[in-house]
């Protein structure tokens, strides 16, 4: 069975400043697909980043960056140029490449909050 | 489109009686699963369907039944409920099964057992 750990309960940036938060997942699988998602206050799961572990090159979105370690089994997620707008919980997720289903495996998640 | 929805936004039962969340998305998708979010533990995944008429089991089924009797629908229904079951529960949508696609969430159903 594979588990995600995010060992960072809460954090805090200031706006405009770089933040990066902590997953590492143990698994015996060599081919599989992670995730960060951010869950703000209004309780709806939004899809951040996307990483495939068969890939070499850290995946990108905007602001958002992850660096993606397969030997370490990390994966942290690098948000830079904080806005207010970036308060929210964020989860780790796993997800296995081989099989019929999409499940997801997530981590207890870190409360990020960006203040002024 | 409306994407995935979550019906009650907001539930309190009592011990014992049994409910039915329901969730439906209309963007045709194969894949459908039920989690469940507790404070410190994520989300887990409770039931799935890799489509109609296809369940299993996931992380924590126990006290949940699920069917798919159509793409559109998964509901998820609590028999005899239990303040153990006390969470917030989401519903989510992938195109098809495997291969990493990105999963779409309903806005969830806060659900309250006393």
């Known amino acids: 069975a594979q588990t995600v750990t995010q060992s960072q309960p809460e954090m805090s940036v200031q706006e405009a400043e770089t933040v990066t938060l902590s997953c590492t997942y143990d698994?015996?699988?060599?081919?599989?697909?992670l995730f960060w998602y951010k869950q703000p206050p209004s309780r709806q799961m939004i899809l951040v980043i996307r990483?495939?572990?068969?890939?070499?090159q850290n995946a990108t979105e905007n602001r958002f960056s992850v660096n993606f370690q397969k030997a370490a089994k990390s994966f942290s997620l690098k948000i830079s140029d904080s806005q207010l707008g970036d308060t929210a919980m964020y989860f780790c997720a796993f997800m296995k490449h081989t099989g019929t289903a999409s499940k997801l495996t997530f981590g207890t998640g870190t409360r990020l909050q960006v203040t002024l | 489109n409306a994407g995935v929805t979550q019906t009650p936004k907001f539930q309190v039962l009592k011990t014992g009686q049994s409910m039915t969340l329901q969730c439906a998305q209309d963007m045709n998708h194969e894949y459908m699963s039920w989690y469940r979010q507790d404070p410190g533990m994520g989300l887990r995944l409770i039931h799935y369907?890799?489509?109609?008429?296809?369940?299993d089991q996931g992380e924590v089924p126990n006290g949940y039944n699920v069917s798919r009797s159509t793409t559109e629908d998964f509901p998820l229904r609590l028999l005899s409920a239990a303040p153990s079951q006390t969470s917030v529960y989401f519903c989510?949508?992938?195109?098809?099964?495997?291969?990493?696609?990105?999963?779409?969430f309903g806005p969830g159903t806060r659900l309250t057992v006393l």
């Open positions: 989510a949508s992938s195109p098809f099964s495997g291969g990493g696609n990105e999963q779409f």
């Open positions: 990483q495939e572990a068969y890939k070499q």
């Open positions: 698994t015996s699988e060599s081919n599989y697909y």
């Open positions: 369907s890799v489509g109609a008429g296809i369940t």
